[in-house]
């Protein structure tokens, strides 16, 4: 699975004989396997029997929860009057409107759960590690127990579990990767954690960032990250079934936890982030204000975006490098850059077709990402899911990104969504030609496809259902049964 995903699947095909050949190749010798069973016989013509397959098993899924295995977020969950009530352990909590990271998805989550009337308590420290005073809105409790450090201190935050589980126990605990260690996890017997990374995605990072960039360096830097990798993805192999149940967020980091961490199937689950769909829409015209302010011409013919840090690990120098090359052919494609980082003044020197906005209000993201037409995340990372694709979906726009299992297993599940490439400069500038070829008008229907496939798979309402379902299951697996009479 995830190696089949390694090539270039559906971005710029025609450029790389080998592509086309291995591809043509993995297509007959599908045809011949499944020569015999003839319904199957007309769908694997383009990519192979899995999209077919998937979406059998997805829309018509009949059986137990526990046994998925493709994204919960993909059912249709319907309201159960159960009430939980949840601990949960987050490295930190979000203080004021800073974007992204594994604390606000924790916010976001636990806000839409004690809203729908559970009770969260939540131990975890300030996110700007100044004092604060714990919270408590409604059904949801924040307790701040920091050490001297600012991060979180364990002894402290059982004491306070411990007294609110004395009131009355607690459902089950939750822990955002490893905020609760995973020599305290074992003591404790109904915890479920959440992977936002594992090693075995980050030796990919390290790998792809060694191939990347100290070949250019005169004196190579000491490769011992890279070395580092392999002892930590073996003690994470060894640590990780100290937890019970195990929740990833892609698709692939699902397998990689069954296939190489050799954990139960039944304890993995994929469950994918959503984000807030009322804070990015589809808003045409707030697009083409946040162009004129931004001196894009109104004859350009492609407008393309960046946003995020803009520093080398997020694949900048590769943007850099094929932009500059691109616009040297096509003169009327532009480039706007959310975002700082030093970075952002190299993309300036490229000339009048780059806008570099500097970092954006959270208010004006929507904006930004309505006033391109394609979204482009050049990261070389590949651990976890970046929340940009999807916010990006959510408007309207389709994306181009790197080939990572994670990604064309979750997000970019096919050329309906946008491109992809292999992690280096030519594979980049030949995806970016096919944008162009494309034009805007095919990226706008493709857009199209990707508010849809947001809507139905990345909404923090859909993620928030998802999640309930999962402890309601782990509390009594009466509710492990899909569909229940109140599922829709
Ligand atoms: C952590 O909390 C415990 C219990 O309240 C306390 O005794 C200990 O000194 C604290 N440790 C640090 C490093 O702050
Ligand atoms: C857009 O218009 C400007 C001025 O009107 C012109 O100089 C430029 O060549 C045009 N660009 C394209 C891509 O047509
Ligand atoms: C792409 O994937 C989606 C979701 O699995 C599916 O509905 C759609 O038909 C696929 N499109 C193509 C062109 O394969």
């Keep these: 699975m995830g190696s089949k995903h390694q ?12 592509i086309c050949f291995s591809n043509r190749f993995s297509t007959i010798l599908t045809v011949t396997i499944l020569f015999t ?26 059986g137990d929860l526990r046994d998925a295995n493709f994204p919960w977020n993909s059912l249709f969950f319907g309201n159960n009057f159960e009430k939980l009530k949840l601990a949960v352990f987050s490295k930190t909590w ?17 806000q839409a759960l004690a809203a729908k009337g559970h009770e969260i308590h939540v131990f975890t420290v300030p996110s700007d590690r100044k004092p604060h005073i714990d919270i408590h809105q409604g059904n949801l409790h924040v ?21 609110i589980n004395a009131n009355g126990q607690f459902d089950y605990v939750h ?38 960039f100290n070949s250019q360096e005169t004196i190579p830097k000491p490769v011992s990250e890279l070395h580092e990798a392999m002892p930590r993805l073996v003690d994470e192999i060894r640590f990780f079934p100290s937890y ?16 190489i961490y ?27 204000r946040f162009r004129k302010k931004h001196g894009i011409p109104i004859n350009a013919s492609i407008v393309m975006g960046v946003a995020g840090r803009l520093v080398r690990d997020k694949g900048h120098p590769f943007l850099h490098e094929a932009f500059s090359k691109i616009t040297k052919t096509y003169t009327g494609v532009y480039l706007l850059v959310a975002g700082s980082g030093p970075w952002g003044k190299r993309y300036a020197e490229l000339g009048s077709n780059v806008k570099v906005l500097g970092a954006l209000e959270p208010s004006e993201l929507s904006e930004f990402y309505n006033a391109i037409d394609v979204f482009v995340n050049p990261t070389l990372r590949p651990q976890g899911l970046d929340l940009t694709l999807m916010e990006a979906m959510h408007c309207g726009k389709p994306v181009l990104t790197p080939n990572y299992p994670s990604i064309v297993g979750s997000v970019v599940v096919n050329q309906s969504y946008g491109y992809t490439f292999s992690p280096n400069v030519e594979s980049l500038v030949e995806a970016l030609k096919s944008v162009i070829k494309d034009g805007a008008k095919v990226l706008k229907n493709k857009g199209i496809a990707c508010r849809q496939h947001a809507l139905s798979m990345f909404t923090a309402t859909k993620m928030a259902d998802a999640y309930e379902r999962f402890f309601l299951c782990m509390k009594n697996d009466r509710f492990c049964h899909y569909p229940l009479p109140t599922d829709c």
């Excluded at 307790?143 to 411990?162: K, M, P, Q, R, T």
């Excluded at 019970?244 to 296939?259: R, W």
């Design 262 to 288: 050799q954990l139960p199937q039944r304890n993995v689950h994929v469950i994918l982030n959503g984000v807030d769909e009322t804070k990015f829409v589809h808003d045409p015209e707030s697009g083409t």
């Design 94 to 110: 979000p203080i004021g409107a800073a974007p992204g990271g594994m604390e606000r998805h924790a916010a976001t989550l636990y």
């Design 37 to 62: 069973s003839l319904y199957l016989f007309i769908s694997p013509i383009k990519h192979g029997s899995e999209p077919l397959a998937r979406t059998i098993m997805e829309t018509g899924f009949n």
């Design 175 to 212: 822990t955002e990767s490893v905020s609760l260690p995973h020599w305290r996890a074992k003591m404790v017997p109904h915890v479920a954690v959440t992977w936002h990374g594992i090693w075995y995605e980050i030796m990919h990072s390290k790998l792809f960032e060694e191939l990347v």
């Design 143 to 163: 307790y701040f127990a920091a050490n001297d450090h600012g991060s979180v201190n364990c002894s402290l935050a059982f004491e306070i579990f411990n007294t």
């Design 244 to 259: 019970t149940q195990h929740i990833c967020i892609s698709k692939s980091a699902g397998e990689v936890l069954v296939n």
């Design 7 to 18: 090539s270039s699947r559906f971005s710029s095909s025609s450029s790389s004989p080998s």
